[in-house]
């Protein structure tokens, strides 16, 4: 299974950024969808989960407010909208495929991963 993540790239602080992620339907319709990031020397961290249909989100502290998943099912695809971006947002994004329909941020639930787009915010 292929997740494909694009739309990474250099923005300043304060500018935005949309992230998209392609998933095969089979995978990815019926489970939810993630995404993560991980920084230079850190662990990989939660950023936001959608349930299956769209209807439920879920955000980590760190986003809340700034950032927006969203997922279009009859395009196989899922998003992130990153607005008032930070030097400390600056990470390779990785999406997620879901084990269920429900929204999570544990990654232990996620058992398709997407090869990453890196994001660099400078201040």
């Known amino acids: 299974v292929q997740l494909q993540a694009s739309g990474g790239g250099w923005v300043q602080a304060g500018g935005s950024l949309r992230l998209s992620c392609t998933c095969p339907r089979r995978t990815c319709s019926n489970n939810s969808m993630g995404w993560f990031r991980q920084a230079p020397g850190k662990e990989r961290e939660f950023v936001a989960a959608?349930?299956?249909?769209?209807?439920?989100?879920l955000y980590s502290d760190s986003v809340k407010g700034r950032f927006a998943i969203s997922r279009d099912n009859a395009k196989n695809t899922l998003s992130l909208q990153m607005e008032t971006l930070k030097p400390e947002d600056t990470a390779v994004y990785y999406c997620?495929?879901?084990?269920?329909?429900?929204?999570?941020?544990?990654?232990?639930?996620?058992?398709?991963w997407g090869q990453g787009t890196q994001v660099t915010v400078s201040s």
């Open positions: 959608v349930s299956w249909n769209g209807g439920s989100t």
């Open positions: 997620a495929a879901g084990r269920w329909p429900r929204e999570t941020g544990d990654p232990s639930q996620y058992n398709y």
